[in-house]
């Protein structure tokens, strides 16, 4: 009515006014608005009546059904031409809001069945298996996990039609996509912007695996303050089997406890992993931590005296190092 200047009645399929310019109009019958719906067609009326005023009444439709009729006050030769634009508006409107509406119901049964997958952990029933159907989600494939913690990269990703994106806190991403899937490559550039990590699980068909598997990557990033940012559970896999076996290193582990309550302690920790990060080299080592070799071979004996494990001896060095992961990841 800000556009035509007549009045505009909204009746519903039984020819009650649900809406008017009039607001007294509201809630009574319209006998004109009965005639259009009967007739499928634009009725005009000339002359007032009981329940009716002159106008032309023309219904509309939602999928080839009619639902109501919109009814223009006025001489039908001036306000006839306005009902079919009326009309086509109306539907517009109608058939848009449904689409937004049945666009949110996808996007809710989306969350729902998104929030089942990633809990599920032995088999995909019947109701299941329809679900991800009816929202083409292929639960067939193997998937990967990757869990970006500590930067919401969530409106800088453009996800493909397969790769589907989980909120698990306020500042934790789940992303679960195909094994084959590109999206650390797209995520990668942005971590370098921020503080981020990410953890990556191994390909499985059941998600909730790879998930569980790509917190504990984020895990062995975060208690071993690794400087990468992207971290695959695939690299830690055999550690992590170690760190949960029952191996008999308590000894060991309470002496890295020992040595990191002093200054010097830390200094021979530092000293350890570096030698085993450049995989026993004499060399490199003491070139890295910028002392003389003579010092690096004290310090390893200094070492090997406090934990009775010799770290140039490969059985040794390999106990020393579980015994420095298990008390890292468990403190």
Not at 67 to 73: H, Q, R, T
Not at 191 to 196: F, H, P, Q, S, Y
Request: proline share 3%; aromatic share 10%; with cysteine.
């Amino acid at each position: 009515m800000d556009v035509i200047p007549y009045n505009v009645n909204i009746m519903d399929h039984t020819g009650l006014i649900i809406g008017s310019g009039d607001a007294h109009r509201v809630g009574t019958f319209h006998e004109g608005a009965l005639e259009a719906i009967q007739s499928k067609t634009m009725v005009s009326i000339s002359d007032s009546g009981e329940g009716t005023k002159p106008g032309v009444n023309i219904p509309f439709q939602f999928r080839e059904k009619i639902i109501g009729v919109i009814g223009i006050s006025g001489d039908p030769h001036y306000v006839a031409p306005f009902a079919e634009l009326v009309r086509i508006t109306a539907e517009l409107l109608i058939h848009q809001q449904f689409m937004f509406k049945e666009r949110r119901i996808k996007e809710q049964m989306k969350e729902e069945f998104l929030y089942q997958w990633v809990y599920q952990t032995d088999h995909y029933d019947a109701s299941f298996v329809e679900m991800s159907q009816t929202l083409d989600i292929d639960i067939s494939i193997k998937r990967v996990a990757m869990i970006v913690k500590g930067i919401d990269v969530k409106d800088q990703i453009q996800l493909s039609s397969q790769e589907f994106l989980f909120r698990l806190s306020t500042d934790t991403l789940l992303y679960i996509v195909p094994e084959k899937s590109d999206l650390s490559k797209k995520i990668d550039p942005l971590l370098e912007k921020g503080e981020g990590k990410i953890g990556v699980g191994t390909s499985q068909f059941f998600i909730s695996k790879s998930i569980e598997e790509a917190k504990r990557a984020l895990d062995f990033s975060e208690k071993l303050s690794l400087p990468t940012k992207l971290t695959y559970y695939q690299d830690f896999q055999f550690i992590d089997y170690l760190m949960n076996r029952e191996i008999e290193i308590e000894d060991t582990i309470a002496c890295f406890k020992e040595l990191e309550e002093n200054p010097k302690g830390i200094e021979l920790i530092e000293t350890l992993t570096c030698f085993i990060e450049n995989n026993g080299d004499m060399n490199t080592t003491s070139h890295q931590l910028h002392i003389h070799r003579n010092s690096l071979a004290y310090r390893l004996q200094r070492i090997e005296c406090l934990t009775n494990k010799n770290p140039k001896k490969f059985t040794d060095l390999f106990q020393l190092y579980t015994g420095y992961l298990k008390y890292k990841i468990a403190r």
